[in-house]
């Protein structure tokens, strides 16, 4: 899978994919049909995944949350990235010199795992926040 982009995606944009209640389900839906025409690697790590089936299951229910962590785990071009202790520790690094309180111990792994697997792209709809730390850990923001 090398030979392919490596996107990291945040968690907020599975959330909007399988929740059409969501205010960014149709931005969803646009991006995921851009998605579908490239030969990009979607990464998460298992923080993110705990995060959208826990998300959708509050939001949507057991049903909606399933069948989302189903696709998670079973389509071929998602890549996981294990959140071990050494990545935790970059994590914690991370979200203690972020001064940001809307920047969650989750985003900080999101930029530890970014930084460690050497992935340059970030899909989220959490523009603002992750804006503000583009300079500051070299990444950019996917753009759609």
């Known amino acids: 899978m090398e030979n392919f982009r490596r996107i990291f995606v945040d968690s907020n944009y ?29 990464v998460i790590s298992n923080f993110v995944f705990l995060e959208v089936v826990t998300v959708l299951a509050q939001r949507r229910g057991k049903s909606v949350s399933k069948a989302a962590g189903s696709y998670l785990l079973n389509t071929a071009r998602i890549e996981f990235v294990h959140i071990d202790s050494t990545l935790q ?9 972020v001064s940001s309180k809307n920047i969650s111990f989750v985003d900080c792994s999101t930029i530890a795992v970014m930084k460690a697997e050497g992935i340059r792209t970030l899909l ?17 923001l996917f753009n759609f």
Request: proline share 0%.
């Open 14 to 42: 599975f959330v909007a994919l399988f929740n059409e209640k969501d205010s960014l389900y149709a931005q969803a839906q646009t991006v995921a049909d851009l998605l579908d025409m490239q030969s990009s690697v979607l």
């Open 89 to 97: 520790q970059d994590s914690w690094n991370t979200f203690q010199s």
């Open 124 to 140: 989220t709809f959490d523009f603002n926040d992750f804006r503000a730390l583009q300079r500051r850990f070299y990444f950019t």
